[in-house]
């Protein structure tokens, strides 16, 4: 519908605004690209296999994958794994954050062996769906979760990723993986629950007792068996999106929360995921704040502190040459802690 665009020296911008329509957004959001376009899809995939060979990658972890579409994630999941099986990792790793089954109903589609066949799902074949009518997908009165969350219910497929399933099912049947989508998803409702306990704010029995936790652990486990490999799973008790364990000023200095938090990440039935801090009792405390800093920026760096959410706290400075060393409950690490007004000298190993 623009002709004259592309008789402009504009021309390439809006042809790249076609394949990246970040380009036509603020600066300020984040990035949106075309990942059903096949051209952008082959491209980025071909982008990761460059750092499998160059930096001899062994994995992935795929940021924000449900805002993606899926067929996108098959193919680049699949192709990353059959190139890696080329180069002799017969077992490269990819993993995609997609949050739990519970809050993403479509999450099935992102996952291990998404069908290759259309399938339907009448909600009045789900006891809980009772008095409702229609199919469940968008166009039917709505999402109708309960559905999607019963893995005796067929699911609907769209085209787009039924045709693209297909088309990589004999590559993935040779990685060992039950489908062309993701072998496994993280986060799971587990991590949440422990945390829970280990802070305080549960019982340790709940973990057996809670009927809403056992409903949210047998779905994602379900989901798993059914589509994915469930050992690939990412146990942790901390990450980059939530604060750390013993960030709150009663529990600073608890360091028997985080060996427990560890007995559990290494014994539970997924894959132990150590984020980083965590073996160095990491507690997100500021202490030590930069007393020679601009008045008003110190200040706000205690409220900040005082608020605890900000994701400053969450991924604390883990470079000896930075100039944000937060808190922690091993008392000789916690001695290095401070806040400083100013960079340092840029002499090695320099925070950035």
Request: net charge negative; charged share 20%; glycine share 8%.
């Amino acid at each position: 519908n623009m002709p004259h665009v592309y008789k402009s020296k504009q021309a390439t911008f809006y042809e790249a605004g076609l394949l990246w329509p970040e380009a036509f957004r603020s600066p300020a959001d984040m990035p949106d690209f075309a990942t059903m376009d096949p051209h952008f899809t082959e491209l980025f995939t071909n982008l990761l296999k460059y750092w499998i060979a160059y930096a001899d990658v062994d994995g992935f972890r795929f940021d924000a994958t449900k805002y993606t579409s899926a067929d996108f994630v098959s193919y680049m999941s699949t192709h990353t794994r059959a190139y890696a099986a080329q180069l002799g990792k017969k077992l490269f790793f990819n993993t995609g954050e997609i949050l739990s089954p519970g809050g993403v109903p479509f999450l099935y589609l992102y996952l291990g062996d998404q069908a290759s066949e259309e399938k339907s799902a009448v909600c009045s074949a789900h006891p809980g769906c009772a008095g409702l009518v229609g199919d469940c997908c968008p166009n039917a009165g709505g999402m109708l979760a309960c559905c999607f969350n019963d893995f005796a219910v067929n699911k609907p497929v769209p085209l787009k990723v039924r045709e693209m399933s297909k088309q990589l099912k004999d590559t993935a049947a040779t990685l060992g993986s039950p489908g062309p989508a993701l072998p496994t998803f993280y986060p799971t409702d587990d991590h949440q629950f422990i945390r829970m306990v280990l802070r305080g704010d549960a019982n340790a029995s709940s973990w057996w007792t809670n009927p809403e936790w056992q409903a949210a652990n047998d779905l994602t486990k379900g989901m798993l068996k059914s589509q994915a490999i469930p050992e690939w799973t990412w146990m942790y008790t901390e990450s980059q999106d939530i604060t750390r364990l013993l960030q709150d000023k009663a529990l600073g200095g608890d360091l028997w929360r985080l060996k427990v938090a560890m007995a559990w990440t290494y014994t539970w039935w997924g894959m132990p995921t150590l984020y980083y801090g965590t073996e160095q009792g990491f507690n997100g405390m500021c202490s030590n704040v930069g007393t020679r800093m601009d008045p008003d920026a110190r200040d706000s760096l205690l409220e900040m502190c005082e608020g605890g959410e900000k994701d400053s706290l969450k991924r604390q400075d883990m470079f000896t040459g930075g100039p944000w060393r937060l808190g922690s409950a091993v008392p000789s690490v916690d001695k290095q802690a401070e806040i400083r007004g100013k960079m340092p000298p840029a002499y090695p190993p320099h925070w950035c």
